[in-house]
């Protein structure tokens, strides 16, 4: 077989460029562009209708001295804790525990606790609220032991409300954390447990010198995936508290929501996501820089 | 700041002057310069990514609404009243009555429409009050507008679609139709509101309800038979019978506010035992006169802050969702519940002739003033190809003929609530009362009217002090800012 010289076309240095094009256009329409106009809008003053101001930076320094703004800050990286912190810590105990353990119906198990991800978000809210409630489950169970005093409404009370959602966060974000673990650790190849079984490693040191070592990868996109999670969550909240009590449960993209539908403040709204567009790109970049580093 | 005039960016923007040029003949050639100058256009932002000099240019928003506000409306003489006249005509019809007896109601009247003016159709678009609301600023700001919209009384929707110039003046329709005999006054002024937007509840007429709503009180007659207590006829009797209940071991009265707002409806009633109707009405609609921090309007919020402190509003009403709160009432939990009508027919449904309603006594001013108004105003955008059309249909579902069609349909219309009330059931008490309070008494308008912001204000406000998170005195405050700030906006 004779080899023709590659034609003018394809050594053309235009060409990559050219497949990238279709792809290009698309997320420009779709990603690119809205993000400038949301970019545009948060320099107006502008109802969603009607007349618009042009006001420069000023709803960028309103937000500074808003208080619902920064309370939705708070909470937000509050939320982090429950969505990305602790479902790695539990993520990982169970995962270590199903690789390791012969546990009966393991498969069972390992569905149960990924059941979450797979139900639309309104359910679980709608599912939560009602084990919430003041009459619900979640007290009479209390009460039923005797934890009185424990019981309330949970999603009422401002000291337990932001508690209460966040831990639907942690139920919902540890089954994805666990199985990405699952798949790291089932990559970790037998003979190195083996031997380090036979050096007279434990459990617990096995976990520490093996396993959490060769999943940091995984570590490093659990915790991207599950913090952009915490930081946009929206749809929780909505169905749960609308931010309430007070204040108490608010995060930065209820606030947009909240601002450009509600209160037609659109201007406020597009600044309050602009930030939240870079908070969340450069909590990423520092996790993910942090992962790298240490690997 | 630095204020931009919008008008300069026209002909860069083919956003702008896409919805400012609807004039006529140029159109098209028009057209086909925007079509070039819009490819343009793109191909020199997406090359100047973040180059936010650049997109500073194109103002977002149309800068045809005259920021003077007052969309106007034709005079009494030029209005064509008769829709046989009026040729071929498909009328765009928006509205949000989803639920069962509404909708019925609405269809059957659409039908009878159609069947008396063959040269019309109706396109009938319905969705949720949340969808509607969320839509119709985009919709007004568009081109291709609906002949009929129902629009919120608030100032966040009505109010600034005036000022915004979206809206026809009704004023001439009004008068060619008769409404304002038709309607009694403190129903219309819901639906003024001044030309510029400024003054809610007076001015030019931008809408027209078809039913009505009443807060009130619900009282299970069982309960208040095994209490050995009648119907309270004065506010003490109220509070003595909410004390009788906390005695024997029931829970006063029902309510769930998790979602903020409920708290509106029973606060709402109980302010007019404090606060005279003449003060609330400025408060609740925006306009400069009145004080939150006023020693009555205080003396409001800390009987709802007793009440709650003591356990009258249950455990955690801030913990309590509505709908699971209204369902617990119909099983018993609670003796009263104080809230909207529109929670009649379904809690009516499970407790039958035990669930009663009434309306909250006379107030301080001693005229029975309670929470209240309609349901969403039908109003004509500014823009409608079919005004006259649109008018007719307005008129159609507020006449006579339609409120008993409302009425046999369950629901509640604005109009002959009195004659037409059914002979038994909650919705006796409820048709009763409404007619009592629009004629006779006040309907104090919503609270959350009063500005863009106050639903959330009051929402949070109010369920802090019921949380026992804010003391009274400093809930006012936070109310009279929001207030304050609004009016002085002016």
Redesign the interface.
Known sequence: MSKSPPSAVVRSRLTPYLFILPAFLVYAAFSLYPLIRAAQFSLYDWAGFGPSTFVGLANYADLAGDEAFRAALGNALVLIAFYALLPLVIGLVLAAIFRRGQVRGMGFFRSVIFLPQVIALVVVAVAWRNIYAPNGPLNELLRAVGLDGLARGWLGDPGAALPAVGFIGTWLEMGLVMLLLLAGMSRIPDDLFEAARLDGAGPVREFFAITLPSVRGEIVVALVLTIIAALKTFDLIYMTTSGGPGNATTVPSYEVYDRAFQLREVGSASAVAIVLTVLVFAINVLVTRIGERSR | ????K?ASASTMCHHGALRHSIAAVAARTQEDTMRRQSRRHFLG??AA??G?GL??A??????S?A?DGGGSGPAASDVETDPAAMGEITLKVWDQEVRGAQNDAIESLVDAFEKAYPNITVDRVKQSFDDLQ?QS??A??GNDVPDVLQVNNAR?DMG??V????LTDLTGYAEAYGWEDRFPTSVLSKARYSADGVTFGEGPLWGLPQTGEVCGIYYSAKKLKALGAKPPTTWDEVYALVEAAQEAGELPIKLG????WPALHLFGPLQADFVTAETIVPLAMGNAGADWTSEENLAALTRLADWASSGAL????????YD?AWA?YTEGSGVLLIGGSWLGPDMGAVMGEDLRFMAPPAGVDGTIATTGGTGLPFAIPAKAANADAAAAYIDHLTSDTAMELIAEAGGMPVLRTAELAPASGVNKDIYEAFDAVSNDGELLPYLDYAT??F??TA??AL??VI?G?SEPAAAAEELQTDYGDFTAEG
């Open positions: 700041m630095t204020v931009h919008p932002s997406s990514v973040g936010v997109l500073a194109c103002a977002p928003g149309s800068d609404g920021s969320q600023g985009l007004l700001s966040g600034e679609f000022k915004a110039g979206q506010n998790l979602e903020q249950g455990d955690s009403p801030n913990g309590l969702a699971t617990e863009p912001t639903a959330d929402g949070a369920q802090q949380g998170e």
